[in-house]
């Protein structure tokens, strides 16, 4: 890292002017070689981004960016506006924060403004390295910034909730402390900081999971050359209810004909507003314009007539989970639609295979499960029924790719693989409850474990009426197998239900009382009917439960073929279910736990004594871990789980 940041400081400091002409993305190192450009200029188009995304790889610029941006803008808007989100900025927003000079309308014009730059400033040199140069707002010994600087460690410490990401720390710790010293000492603090992210377990989980396993599951997937790319033109979706509402605004945003059919043409328009609503947002924002918010409109039809599907390519069905209603609106719609339309099911739990038997082409159907809100959540849940084509799934990836998700694809069975996997993560922090651990602690345990939503709180969400239904029919379900596993969670499900008639946010009343929707307090109550006294269970136990429990149930799904890809599993952890990025995924975690997975095995077995069978690890994770083996897909996962 010296050699290269010697390399930079050595061109800034040449004594000759240097510009940086940039006509695409300049992200991470390519923005810190313009950084030491004594001037920038970007071609005026979309994808010309200039930016850090280290902190999302669990890393920190550390080619000069901390040091060289803390002191073109200072350390508020260093941190704030480049460093800490990692945002990508566009031509505009980067020359009115100061970190490029100049835009021009086109590539061609790059290379002259550089030139003209040039010959005009022939003594170029950095801001910093003039005589008495000073950081904008001043350094920490100002007392106007040293009054507001202790706020930045408060709102970190706020935002992550305790979690295991050092990325954020070490760069406000360079950027602090670097605007205290000289700039080669600077540089010198900003190395140190980087090289112990870099080598530590964080950033290899991460870098892993956005980057290797991201490209993976956003890639070809070995696709036949005989299999002609799919570029749907209208899209049914059947059903306007909050998911609907959702799919048809991310389909009519790619630019795909919209046909968003209800019961009736006025419980369509209500699906349609929402996009209005969105759109609204984005105007107000300055995210979109008011000509391309009613363009986007215009691509969506709300209807009640089924005929308005007429030549439809696509149909996603996204109605309420009941095998019957879902087989009534496709047998209302098939006879409109185009032939060998694809044909989807947004289900998060029924099996696609018994789905299949409600359309009159099952090589033709497939899972398409979108996470809700729709138009946020990055990840597409593809899932083959027994009958589904080779083709039909590379049709629903295109659609991924069409409407900028990021797919996992796995095999049928209750709950794939992303219900299924969150279900044990729910179940084990109300469990806790039985066991007396104090509500506040289960929900502080799961943010410092990494989850974005606190346990207890994502279960009001859910609704735990909704729980209970998804639990009885997977109990029925299994009825003539090997019978029925019961879950310690159980028991307080059906009491917060029956006893207490606090199903979740949605009825007002939960694990935490409500007012006018908003959350205010966990609810009292839990102590009385729970206990809630005690504080015997190791904090660590708290939070590991929560995060082995899914990694054993990912090994499981693995063993049983649900899913096939490690880098899926991995994906669809983070995107779908919050599975704590720091990780790596519900697999990576196993092969960065300390020890790789015989330190799993072994840590597993420790809470399996203490708490119950179901953290017994699986007896291919155990062949695995004794002959020093990881979870990778660069053999097959079957064989080598």
Not at 265 to 284: H, Q, W
Request: aromatic residues 6%; negative net charge; hydrophobic residues 40%.
């Amino acid at each position: 890292m010296r050699e290269i940041k010697a390399q930079l400081r050595r061109l800034e400091t040449l004594g000759k002017p240097v510009v940086a002409a940039i006509n695409g993305a300049a992200l991470g190192g390519g923005f810190e070689i313009a950084l030491a450009a004594h001037h920038r200029v970007v071609v005026d188009d979309p994808g010309a981004v200039v930016g850090f995304p280290e902190v999302q790889l669990g890393l920190l610029p550390g080619g000069g960016g901390v040091v060289r941006t803390v002191r073109m803008l200072g350390i508020v808007d260093a941190l704030m506006q480049l460093l800490l989100q990692g945002q990508r900025l566009r031509p505009e927003k980067a020359k009115e924060l100061g970190v490029v000079d100049e835009i021009v309308a086109s590539s061609d014009e790059l290379i002259p403004a550089a030139k003209e730059w040039i010959k005009a400033n022939p003594e170029a040199h950095q801001p910093w390295d003039e005589k008495g140069h000073k950081i904008p707002g001043g350094t920490p010994s100002n007392p106007k910034l040293a009054m507001n600087l202790p706020a930045f460690p408060a709102n970190l410490r706020k935002q992550l909730k305790g979690a295991n990401y050092p990325a954020p720390h070490h760069i406000m710790a360079a950027a602090v402390e670097g605007s205290q010293v000289d700039f080669d000492n600077a540089i010198e603090i900003e190395g140190r900081y980087f090289v112990d992210l870099v080598c530590g377990p964080v950033s290899k989980n991460m870098i892993q999971a956005f980057f290797f396993d991201m490209q993976k599951a956003s890639g070809d997937r070995d696709r036949p050359e005989g299999i002609e790319r799919f570029d749907p033109k209208k899209v049914v979706v059947l059903g306007a209810g909050m998911m609907g509402a959702g799919i048809a605004y991310v389909c009519a945003k790619a630019g795909i004909e919209v046909v968003l059919k209800d019961v009736s043409r006025e419980a369509a328009e209500k699906g349609k507003s929402y996009s209005a609503k969105l759109l609204e947002k984005a105007i107000e924002r300055g995210r979109s314009t008011q000509e391309k918010a009613d363009a986007l409109l215009a691509r969506i039809t709300p209807t009640g007539d089924p005929a308005d599907a007429a030549g439809a390519d696509l149909v996603i069905e996204a109605v309420f989970e009941d095998p019957k209603v879902k087989a009534g609106v496709f047998a209302e719609i098939e006879p409109h639609l185009a032939e060998g339309a694809l044909v989807a099911s947004n289900t998060s739990t029924l099996p696609i295979t018994e789905l299949a038997e409600g359309v009159s082409r099952p090589s033709d159907f497939i899972g398409l499960h979108f996470f809700s809100p729709v138009d946020k959540m990055p990840l597409l849940e593809i899932i083959k029924g027994e009958q589904t084509s080779e083709e039909t799934l590379y049709r629903a990836l295109d659609v991924a790719k069409k409407i900028k998700k990021t797919p996992i694809v796995v095999n049928d069975s209750r709950g794939f693989f992303t219900s299924r996997v969150i279900g044990t993560f729910i179940n084990e922090g109300i469990a806790m409850l039985t066991e007396g651990v104090p509500a506040p602690s289960i929900d502080q345990a799961s943010s410092q474990a990494g989850y974005p939503a606190p346990v207890l709180q994502l279960s009001d969400e859910l609704n735990l009426k909704l729980m209970r239904k998804i639990r009885n029919a997977a109990k029925e379900a299994n009825a003539t197998g090997s019978g029925w596993d019961a879950h310690p969670s159980e028991a307080v499900i059906d009491r917060m239900l029956d006893e207490f008639d606090r199903p979740g946010r949605l009825e007002g009343a939960g694990f935490y009382e409500y007012e006018d929707g908003k959350r205010t307090r966990l609810w009292p109550g839990l102590k009385e009917a729970f206990g809630g006294d005690s504080v015997e269970a190791p904090f660590d136990d708290l939070k590991e439960r929560m995060l082995f429990i899914e990694s054993i149930e990912t090994v499981k799904c693995l063993d049983e073929g649900v899913i096939e890809s490690v880098a899926d599993a991995n994906i669809g952890s983070i995107l779908g279910i919050g599975f704590p990025g720091w990780t790596g995924g519900v697999l990576q975690y196993i092969n960065g736990y300390e020890g790789g997975p015989a330190g799993f095995v072994a840590r597993a077995r420790e809470l399996a004594e203490r708490y119950g069978d179901r953290f017994d690890p699986p007896a291919s994770l155990v062949e695995k871990a004794e002959r020093g083996g990881t979870y990778s897909d660069e053999q097959p996962a079957l064989a080598t789980a």
